[in-house]
């Protein structure tokens, strides 16, 4: 089936700097790819949907130039989160919508989660 | 504007009951419907996806059903056991092309 990965899985980093997040699809292209977070003990929020060779689109309440997103290939989306700040620790979780590629016919257009960022803002 | 409802918030059972998780969406044009499992710090596991046209989907211990008409979904696990604890989590989709709406999950403890 096809795979989604997310790097690095888990990063620790001090308030006022910035932390990129990578998010492949793997076997398959996603001209879409989808940006959620996950704050304890709650669902997940969509932030921002990524398009490749576009810019993205923000969820309302979400600060487009805080949460960089860059979706320069159809297999690679980044989400850069800048001036990090406590606050900002959270779940970042990606997904990307199988289009084209060997993932199986029963798979198209599903969306295929990644495994999950957990931030923590110093 | 699309909203998921799951009841209950948190559920606890005796290892080998059986059981049911609801899910409620507030429009029924949806594309489909996905349940997760999300064990704790980790992501999310694709449990059963319904299309809009299927009315359920079963793998294993796990059936889950889709009532579109009705905006409901309901995930029934049999012979529950205690590596079944984590957090539920219902989503639909409106469109092939839209972003994913979920629950706020049920979270659910099976005791050994």
């Known amino acids: 089936g096809a795979v989604v990965s997310q790097h690095p899985s888990w990063v620790i980093c001090k308030s006022g700097t910035s932390v990129k997040i990578e998010c492949r699809s793997l076997d398959f292209q996603a001209t879409t790819m989808f940006w959620y977070r996950q704050f304890p003990k709650q669902s997940l929020m969509l932030m921002a949907t990524?398009?490749?060779?576009?810019?993205?689109?923000?969820e309302q309440g979400v600060e487009k130039d805080k949460f960089l997103i860059n979706h320069a290939s159809l297999t690679l989306s980044t989400l850069t989160v800048t001036s990090a700040h406590p606050e900002d620790s959270s779940f970042y979780i990606c997904?990307?919508?199988?289009?084209?590629?060997?993932?199986?016919?029963?798979?198209?257009?599903?969306?295929?989660f990644g495994p999950g960022t957990r931030l923590t803002v110093l | 504007k699309q909203e998921v409802t799951q009841i209950p918030a948190a559920l606890s059972v005796p290892e080998g009951e059986n059981l049911v998780l609801n899910c409620s969406f507030t429009d029924s044009a949806i594309y489909n419907l996905q349940w997760f499992r999300q064990d704790p710090g980790k992501g999310l596991t694709s449990l059963l996806l319904i299309q809009s046209s299927q009315r359920e989907q079963t793998s294993g211990r796990l059936n889950a059903s889709l009532d579109k008409s009705s905006g409901r979904s309901t995930l029934y696990i049999a012979a529950s056991q205690p590596g079944d604890s984590a957090t539920y989590l219902c989503?639909?989709?409106?469109?092939?092309?839209?972003?994913?709406?979920f629950g706020p999950g049920t979270s659910l403890s099976v005791i050994p």
């Open positions: 997904s990307a919508r199988n289009e084209l590629g060997r993932a199986s016919l029963s798979s198209y257009n599903e969306q295929f």
């Open positions: 989503a639909v989709m409106k469109t092939s092309y839209d972003k994913v709406i």
């Open positions: 990524s398009n490749e060779g576009s810019k993205a689109t923000y």
